[in-house]
């Protein structure tokens, strides 16, 4: 039975009624974040006018900012927790990366 290492602070009170708390709002607030700035991301890998990429790439940046902010808010009460990965795992994974990395790219270190 593999073990489940949880990362995450003491959990900040909240009401638990029918409406919406603090954690409520922030919850919906950084799922919107998200989503938002998947949807940017999208829009900047097909843009092709030059102004409105840098338009919209600074809007992209700053929802980005927004969304860590809310993400790190969230982790500081308790909110938000993350699963730590066991170390075989870790390194299993980094080995096969490592591994892709030396047969796809036969010039590793070199730039032209």
Not at 2 to 15: A, E, V
Not at 28 to 33: F, P
Not at 82 to 104: C, G, K, P, R, W
């Amino acid at each position: 039975m593999q073990q489940s290492n949880k990362i995450q602070n003491p959990s900040t009170q909240t009401t638990k009624t029918a409406q919406m708390n603090d954690r409520d709002f922030l919850n919906d607030c950084l799922a919107t974040e998200k989503y938002l700035t998947t949807s940017y991301s999208m829009a900047l890998h097909e843009m092709s006018h030059q102004a409105l990429y840098q338009d919209v790439s600074k809007i992209f940046n700053e929802t980005e900012d927004c969304q860590r902010q809310m993400f790190n808010l969230m982790f500081k009460k308790g909110w938000y927790g993350l699963d730590a990965e066991q170390a075989q795992t870790l390194q299993q994974t980094y080995q096969q990366f490592s591994q892709y990395e030396t047969e796809q790219f036969p010039n590793q270190g070199t730039i032209q």
